[in-house]
């Protein structure tokens, strides 16, 4: 509710239909459920739609202009891609962990946005009886920023770049639940490669990776291996 206040003090209007004060008006939320499927170009990846038009807008809106209201509707598609997933194991319990960003970029927000949506998201799935839980498992050390580099950049970049955090393994210990890789946005695929590869190096069964939204993609990137 703060959140949403806030956007109202600051004047905030839909993006989709201009509605004053609501981020976004419930009809343009609705327009944006229902879309979820796999990630053309990267096997085991689901999202919410593309990243396009209104979810584009609603996707930054929340991450480079601190529009806090859009967390709800963002947790809740992406708790949609996860239930995608989850239903290839029924009944089995999930681990929602978000793709580490990097301290820099955390610092310079004030706050992990894709930490925090993994957590509305696994608040959601709880909501429709599914077991989840947010877990921040992973951890990247310093590496360049992705924008602009090219898929191969990409790739070699992140290569070797996450590992597990030895505390977050110590309360997985003896738990029978799968992994599900959180982002916000699916790009060329390699930093959920890089995630899933780090989770797998230690044990932990990746059941896929679920993201709010995914731009087009044309080469495949595996997520397995």
């Not at 509707?73 to 989850?86: F, R, S, T, V």
């Not at 894709?114 to 877990?135: E, F, H, M, P, S």
């Not at 992140?158 to 393994?169: E, K, N, P, T, Y």
Request: aromatic fraction near 2%; charged fraction near 20%; include cysteine.
């Amino acid at each position: 509710m703060r959140a949403v206040l806030a956007d109202l003090f600051a004047g905030a209007s839909c993006p989709g239909c201009a509605t004053p004060g609501e981020l976004p008006c419930r009809a343009c939320g609705a327009r944006l459920r229902g879309r979820t499927g796999p990630v053309p170009g990267v096997p085991g990846a689901c999202s919410a739609g593309a990243y396009e038009g209104l979810l584009r807008q609603l996707v930054l809106g929340h991450k480079e202009r601190r529009q806090f209201g859009l967390r709800a509707l963002l947790g809740e598609l992406l708790a949609d891609a996860a239930a995608a997933l989850a239903g290839e194991v029924p009944g089995q319990r999930l681990l929602l962990v978000p793709v580490p960003s990097r301290a820099a970029a955390v610092r310079a927000r004030g706050y992990d946005p894709t930490r925090v949506l993994t957590r509305r998201a696994a608040a959601a799935l709880q909501g429709k009886g599914i077991a989840a839980d947010a877990v921040s498992l992973l951890r990247v050390r310093q590496v360049r920023d992705q924008a602009g580099l090219s898929r191969v950049e990409r790739a070699e970049n992140l290569a070797g770049a996450m590992a597990c955090r030895a505390s977050g393994l110590a309360r997985l210990r003896g738990t029978a639940a799968w992994a599900v890789v959180c982002d916000d946005v699916v790009t060329t695929g390699a930093t959920a490669a890089e995630a899933c590869r780090a989770l797998r190096a230690v044990g932990v069964g990746v059941l896929g990776v679920a993201a709010v939204a995914h731009t087009p993609q044309t080469t495949p990137h595996p997520l397995s291996g």
